[in-house]
Structure formats: structure tokens, C-alpha cells
């Protein structure tokens, strides 16, 4: 039986390879070898598809923006809600949270994607506030930042942090604070 070449199959297994690496090691830690070993892939499918390891790691934070932003779009009427279903996503995909904390430490830089998803997001909270739904008491992009802190701050502790509240509560928190801060009648 022939076996079928399917490339983007591949760039899946590789891009999920990498994040788990990437995730645990960073990129200078990180291994072509073994992120080819986790994606069950050749290593020379690294240099093939993405130019190598620096390449391959601009893909997965390019991938992951893209996931995030398609799928939790948000909703400046319900902010806390946003803020909720952030921080589920954040339970769900914890390598994701910790491949993106190497990103910032070892990049910086804001991605044109990036940018022009929180320009997108700054605006709708903008609006919001001149249609009263959201208060105006601080700028959009303030009140986004602190939504997208308090929305990420459990994965973001230690466990003895983590340990103050119990894990069914943290969502309630996070949920509840950012009601309380976007609140217009407050």
C-alpha cells in the first residue's frame, strides 16, 4: 500500500510538536530533533516547511494569535464574559499560556497581527463606553489591559498564589472583578 503525502497533516503535527517544546524550553532551549521526535515527523520537514527552528517558531505564536482571536472574539457588552471564556482557554491549553510567556520574554516585539487585533478590540471598548455600556471612568485600552491581566493572572502564579482561592472560585473571580471595573454605573 503507497503511503500519501499529506503536508498540511504535517505542518499540524509539527506546529503542535513545536509548541510543546517551545513551551517547556523556550526557543534556545528547544531541539530540532526533538521537536521533529514529538511530531512524529522528519527534522529536515523543520527547514522544509519553515526555514528551520527560528521560522517554525514565529508559526506557532502566528498560529496561536490566530486561534485566540478567532476563536474568542470579543463581545464589549460582556467583558467579563470575554474575560471568562480567556481564562477557560487558559485552563484548557496551559502550554499555550507558557509558550507565549517565552515569546515575550525572549521577542518583545508586537507582530502586525497582534497589533491590529488589539486596535480592533480597543475600538469595540471605545465604543462601548459611548454607548454607555461600558464605563468611562478609564481609557479602552486600560480597561483592556486589565481585563486581559485578571483574565490570565491564575496561570500566571505560583501555586502558592493559586492556592488562595480554590479552583472552582477562580473563573467566578475573575468573571466578578471585571464586572465590577467595567461597570458604568460605578
Known sequence: MARTRDPESKRRQLLDGALAEFAEYGIGGARVERIAARAEV??????????GK?????????????QVVSGIPLDADDLPEY?????????????????VTWYQLERG??????????????????DAQRRGTVTGQRTAG?????????A??????GEDVRGLVPEPER???VTDTVRQLVDPAR
Do not use: C
Open 83 to 99: 474575560a471568562g471564556q480567556l481564562y477557560d482557554a487558559g485552563l484548557r491549553h496551559p502550554d499555550v499560556m507558557r509558550f
Open 54 to 66: 527560528e521560522g517554525l517558531y514565529e508559526a506557532v505564536y502566528d498560529a496561536i494569535v490566530e
Open 142 to 150: 486600560e480597561l483592556l489591559a486589565l481585563v486581559l491581566t485578571i
Open 152 to 157: 490570565n493572572m491564575w496561570q500566571n502564579q
Open 42 to 51: 522528519s527534522a529536515g520537514l523543520v527547514y522544509s516547511f519553515y526555514d
Open 171 to 173: 473563573r467566578r473571580v
Open 109 to 126: 516585539s508586537v507582530r502586525p497581527v497582534v497589533a491590529k487585533s488589539m486596535a480592533d478590540k480597543t475600538a469595540a471598548v471605545e
